[in-house]
């Protein structure tokens, strides 16, 4: 039970930066982003990403712009603001500062 909390936590906490890597290759439509997200096996449904892009976006890390879809509906298209950019750049660095520090902790440790 612990070890699932604490797993849950550990990508609860990783996920906006995540996310904000995604976007930042361009733009990009939600579900995309939920297949980018599974394939790093990261799995999250709408349920979770949508309050998670509306935050991004109040913050104004993400906006968006509506396009024309051939299949259906417009759909909502999000890009990363240079703010958004900004903010990814320095939770990089903090990434691996935290990958060094994790790695440095874990090292000559037997299971």
Known sequence: M?????????????LE???LSIISRGE???????????????????GTLYPL??????????????KESTSGPPRK???ITAEGL??????????KELVFAVSTSIEGRTN
Request: charge should be neutral.
């Open 77 to 79: 298209y999000y890009e």
């Open 86 to 95: 900004q903010v990814l750049e320095k939770l990089d660095v903090t990434w």
């Open 28 to 46: 990009i439509y939600a579900s995309d982003i939920i297949s980018e997200l599974k394939k790093a096996q990261l799995l999250v449904v709408e």
């Open 2 to 14: 612990i070890a699932e909390n604490t797993q849950t936590q550990m990508r609860k906490g990783i």
């Open 17 to 19: 930066y995540c996310i």
């Open 53 to 66: 892009l509306t935050r991004l976006k109040n913050n104004g890390l993400l906006s968006y712009i509506w």
